[in-house]
């Protein structure tokens, strides 16, 4: 990656890239972080906005349980009203008269003619008044008392249908709404709720479909004297009378273009936009997937239980526009009223808030861009400073590095050459230290034997000694033993002999020490005079030996002169005695000295062993030294090798 490049080039490019990763790391979390805040936000915001509608048709159907308890308050008020009114007007009673009515099932609006007695209140009959400007008793009375709607129904059978006789209630053609009446059994074969219970002595309140339109009701049974049930009576108010609820559900608006609508078990608008709609049928409308949606909102908000919202989410094509649109509706049901009360907008409109996020958060990784860019070009320009600054201390430190390298080269070059001519030089010495050693154990040997001689010389020269004594009391007692001159000349002639061939064997060895301490150098100087010592020592000797001999001789020869010459023989054996005894002494030094010199010489042997040994590692140490050289000498060059990179690194491949 890096190859060819500057070493100001690979620090900018690695600061550049050490502040990019954190840079693009962070501008990766905050994308994250943003869209899951924007994911958080959206699924935030429909929620928030599903609990708005939620609470909004919860708040209807509070409301209009409210205003079903005020309604149910106010029929049972009217009920009683209602009930006082006609005791007052007179106990109910059927007249022996009949009249024949054209019964209307206001459920299936089937016709039928019947004839029933008359039903009385005292003595006023109920009548059979269809005109609003004509009054009706009890049911007009009521209503100037306290308004709402009152009828008298009459016992059409024993079925318990109950027909309308007399009623402020009106029609669509504005008559008065009389000839219709109430099945005991509805289509569906169902028992009518309503007579269900009145015809059960009980008084019915609730929601019932009056002649064209659905009331808030209340109904009860009416008797005669002898208690049985021969109709009902009626007060009620129709749930449009609720205005104020009503305009309260058009006021109330859903983001842009929501609204809040009703409507019935069947699909029937209850309640619409605006109130332009209501009373319009919507069972089979369909959505933009051709789904029946209100037919599925009614099913889903009948079977929801108690207290729980439903939820439907359609696609909806508005005229004019070129492509469906989500829309969710949330939902309650009113029983009581058989009410579906919705709450509904379009999904886009609940993510105002989601947009804005999205723009704050485009707004930000811009911010973030821009700041980044800067942050980058900032830290260019330092890094840019920095590494050139960096780059040119480097190269300093590479031409300081070089130039010690090749001085290192040189100088470990040379300990090389020292140390290998050192280590020649160790092993010609070690050889001649083997040598020497050779020599001195040589020199060892003949030391030892020279004291042996010597000690030999020693016990002979004491023996000389003793026959000098002797020949002295024999040159004494030389007159008498006269005859025994010859045999003791020969004896003396042969250790004389002896002595000169002793001398002559001392001389040798003396010369030969004295050759030897001279190759052994300053160490055998000492030996060397001592050796000359009993060189000189020898000579002498041999010389008076022969100078004995000679006398001998001439003992032999003038045997006749002997006892003249017996006094110069004695005091020359005198002589003798003494110079063997000096002899003696001389040998008995000589052998001291070759034993101290055999044990010098054992010394510088070993001293020679070990310095041997010191030569040859001083040898084996000057190889590894000369070998570590060469090493350094290696390691030098892979320095200026690197040197030589490092600098094509600080000052590039152009660099000449």
């Known amino acids: 990656m890096f190859r060819?490049?500057?070493?100001?080039?690979?620090?900018?490019?690695?600061?550049?890239?050490?502040?990019?990763?954190?840079?693009?790391?962070?501008?990766?979390?905050?994308?994250?972080?943003?869209?899951?805040?924007?994911?958080?936000t959206?699924?935030?915001?429909?929620?928030?906005?599903?609990?708005?509608?939620?609470?909004?048709?919860?708040?209807?159907?509070?409301?209009?349980?409210?205003?079903?308890?005020?309604?149910?308050?106010?029929?049972?008020?009217?009920?009683?009203?209602?009930?006082?009114t006609l005791a007052r007007t007179g106990a109910p009673?059927?007249?022996?008269?009949?009249?024949?009515?054209?019964?209307?099932?206001?459920?299936?609006?089937?016709?039928?003619?019947?004839?029933?007695?008359?039903?009385?209140?005292?003595?006023?009959?109920?009548?059979?008044?269809?005109?609003?400007?004509?009054?009706?008793?009890?049911v007009d009375e009521v209503r100037d008392l306290i308004g709402g709607t009152a009828t008298i129904f009459q016992r059409m059978n024993d079925s318990g249908d109950m027909l309308r006789v007399c009623t402020n209630v009106q029609s669509k053609d504005g008559k008065r709404a009389i000839g219709t009446f109430i099945p005991a059994t509805n289509p569906d074969g169902q028992p009518n709720p309503v007579l269900k219970s009145v015809l059960a002595g009980q008084v019915y309140r609730g929601r019932a479909f009056v002649v064209d339109r659905w009331y808030v009701t209340a109904y009860e049974p009416i008797?005669?004297?002898?208690?049985?049930?021969?109709?009902?009576?009626?007060?009620?108010?129709?749930l449009e009378s609720a205005t104020a609820l009503r305009q309260s559900i058009m006021d109330v608006k859903v983001g842009q273009t929501g609204y809040v609508y009703v409507l019935d078990g069947k699909g029937n608008y209850v309640v619409s936009k605006d109130g332009k709609r209501d009373g319009e049928n919507l069972w089979e409308a369909k959505d933009a997937d051709g789904t029946a949606f209100i037919q599925e909102i009614v099913t889903k908000a009948k079977a929801l239980p108690d207290g729980q919202v439903g939820e439907q989410v359609y696609p909806w094509l508005n005229k004019g526009e070129s492509e469906a649109r989500n829309k969710i509706a949330r939902f309650v049901y009113f029983e009581p009223w058989d009410w579906v009360i919705g709450a509904g907008a379009y999904e886009e409109e609940f993510n105002v808030a989601e947009a804005a996020v999205a723009a704050h958060t485009q707004r930000t990784l811009v911010m973030i861009g821009i700041a980044s860019l800067l942050s980058l070009l900032v830290a260019g320009a330092v890094w840019f400073l920095v590494s050139g600054r960096i780059a040119r201390q480097v190269g300093h430190v590479a031409d300081t590095l070089s130039a010690a390298s090749a001085q290192v080269d040189v100088s470990s070059g040379e300990v090389a050459i020292s140390s290998q001519t050192l280590a020649e030089g160790a092993n010609q010495q070690a050889a001649s230290l083997q040598e020497v050693n050779a020599s001195m154990a040589q020199i060892l040997s003949t030391t030892r034997t020279n004291a042996e001689s010597a000690d030999r010389t020693n016990g002979l020269a004491g023996t000389a000694a003793d026959a000098a004594g002797r020949g002295v009391e024999a040159m004494r007692n030389l007159g008498r033993v006269m005859g025994e001159i010859k045999s003791s000349s020969d004896e003396t002639a042969r250790i004389l002999k002896t002595i000169d061939e002793i001398a002559f064997q001392t001389n040798l060895l003396a010369l030969n020490a004295a050759v030897e301490a001279a190759r052994a150098g300053e160490a055998g100087r000492g030996f060397a005079v001592v050796a000359e010592e009993v060189r000189n020592l020898a000579q002498r000797s041999a010389e008076a030996a022969?100078?004995?001999?000679?006398l001998i001789q001439k003992a032999r020869q003038s045997s006749d002169q002997g006892v003249v010459a017996t006094g110069d023989v004695g005091g020359i054996l005198e002589e003798i005695a003494t110079g063997v005894t000096s002899v003696r002494e001389l040998v008995g030094q000589v052998a001291a000295a070759s034993r101290q010199q055999a044990q010098g010489v054992g010394e510088i042997t070993a001293a020679m062993t070990r310095l041997d040994h010191v030569t040859q590692g001083t040898a084996a140490?000057?190889?590894?030294?000369?070998?570590?050289?060469?090493?350094?000498?290696?390691?030098s060059r892979a320095v200026a090798a690197a040197v030589e990179e490092l600098r094509l690194l600080t000052e590039g491949a152009n660099h000449s």
């Open 4 to 40: 060819g490049m500057t070493l100001r080039g690979r620090m900018l490019s690695t600061g550049l890239a050490l502040l990019l990763v954190p840079l693009a790391v962070i501008f990766g979390v905050v994308v994250v972080s943003q869209v899951r805040m924007r994911e958080a």
């Open 42 to 84: 959206s699924q935030e915001v429909r929620k928030l906005a599903v609990q708005d509608l939620d609470h909004l048709v919860q708040g209807i159907e509070a409301m209009c349980l409210t205003q079903q308890a005020v309604l149910e308050d106010a029929v049972i008020d009217g009920l009683a009203v209602t009930r006082a």
């Open 93 to 138: 009673t059927l007249g022996s008269e009949t009249v024949s009515w054209s019964a209307v099932n206001q459920l299936t609006k089937a016709a039928s003619t019947v004839d029933l007695p008359r039903l009385m209140a005292g003595e006023t009959w109920l009548g059979q008044n269809a005109e609003i400007a004509t009054p009706s008793p009890v």
């Open 223 to 238: 008797r005669d004297a002898g208690g049985t049930i021969v109709g009902m009576s009626y007060f009620g108010v129709p």
């Open 546 to 550: 022969r100078s004995t001999d000679s």
């Open 621 to 635: 140490s000057a190889e590894e030294s000369a070998a570590a050289g060469q090493d350094l000498q290696a390691q």
